[in-house]
């Protein structure tokens, strides 16, 4: 079989962003050929918690919001995140991901090398 096929229920949860949420990785540069992939990743943001100010170094990241209602800062202000809204985040660019809620989030992150 020349299709990898992977179990997101056998996939290990990480801890991430120094212990603030957690996820599960299910696709990295072990897992495809392309020199722009870095990883497919779950993203688990639990309740009141914030995956603070960072960025990815010539690195962009998408992010699909799988569950719950928050907030993402960048230097620019505050935008709501709710269940299928899609943000992009350029590559180099200080971003923060807060849970206001009283319930665990969920995101699913591609991120692509420049």
Known sequence: MKIKKRS???IHKEQA???SGARKVYASVDHVKSVNFEAM???YLPAGKTFDWHDHKDIEEIMV???GVGEIHDEDGVYTYA????FVFPANTQHKIHNPSDDEHEMIFVRVVL
């Open 17 to 19: 962003h120094g212990g």
């Open 83 to 86: 269940p299928g809204d899609v």
């Open 41 to 43: 990743t779950h993203g």
């Open 65 to 67: 919001v799988v569950k």
């Open 8 to 10: 997101a229920k056998d």
